[in-house]
């Protein structure tokens, strides 16, 4: 059978086909496919599906919460309702929230190289964690494997001061990962118990500037909570979904986001003068684009990241044992719409000829034709969604 494809019959006149930016910034769309897939992710870790045993439900499981330390004071909402420390109580979108009170004495050098090795401290923070299992439960780390493993997914985050912080679900799993359940000594207290040991014991040495040597640890607020099925025991629900929703949103933002920062590289120091950021994130991005320069500091290709702030890890990262994976949920994706499709056209042949020509690229985002029409139909739209709890 022939078909033949004239994109001048397609709305708009053009074949779209996704960017996959998995920004909300940059792509609406695509950035929401993202999130959603993350979401099953997650919650095949914690509920089964998608290739996951659904015994995991049972498996000891916790929502930890790891924060950057301290690079100065900085405008604040208390939790206890006092006023920030410049005196004001400021309002939840007030712009001054997360910038420092003096801005020539916060740590702007420390802020951006905790950023750029914020995914070091967390594959070491790994490592440590599954020492403190071992230690627990009498093993050591090579007996361990033959009785539990650590499973974990985890999102970064920008706090509004624009240090990374991680989410990060963490699962206790017999030998074969998830597939197999974990011993009896296993227990969420266990595996809390280990995360708060690990995360006040792992650093990572990083470079020395001048006569100022580095060295990164996690903040002192650190947030581990059990992960049950129904409710948690202060009266605030923490369940599976609550939890999958909170990190899948997470997945789809950047340092534009929190900090009024940029969602694209920067090629050109210069164009900081030209851009509408806040003072604080233009400050960041220009210390990262300044250390970026020293050949010590190379490797860390501080200038390409500048705009993430120094950041340069994955978002979103998981062990190999945790869930599925989010291209195999692609794949699942286009196997079903192909699946359509066929059923759709119903060949009457076994054999078919795909023969693609004269394609041109028409650009990228919408014309202001099609840009006019989102923003209209986006109150009727944006209604839709995960619950979060």
Known sequence: MLQHLDSSALPAGQLLVRCNNRRTTRCAACAEVYRRDTFQLITAGLRGGKGTPEHVAVHPRVFAT????????????????????????????????????????????????????????????????????????????????DHARVSFAKVAEYQKRGAVHFHAVIRLDGPQGGDTPPPPWATAELLTDAIQAAASKVRVDGPTLGDRAHTFAFGRQLDVRTIRSRDFSDGQELTERAVAAYIAKYATKGAETATGALDRPLKFAAELAQLDISDHARRLIRTAWTLGARKDLEHLRLRAWAHMLGFRGHFSTKSRRYSTTLGALRDARAEWRRAQVAAANSPATTETTHVLAHWVFAGTGLSAAETWLAASLEPALGTEGEPTA
């Open 66 to 145: 790891f924060t950057a330390p301290g690079f100065g004071p900085v405008h604040n909402r208390r939790t206890d309702g006092r006023a920030c420390r410049c005196g004001a109580h400021h309002d939840p979108d007030d712009d001054a929230l997360g910038t420092p009170l003096d801005p020539d004495t916060y740590d702007y050098e420390a802020a951006v190289l905790w950023n750029a090795h914020a995914g070091a401290l967390w594959r070491r923070f790994s490592i440590y964690l599954r020492r403190e299992v071992a230690k627990r439960a009498g093993l050591s780390q090579r007996r361990l494997r």
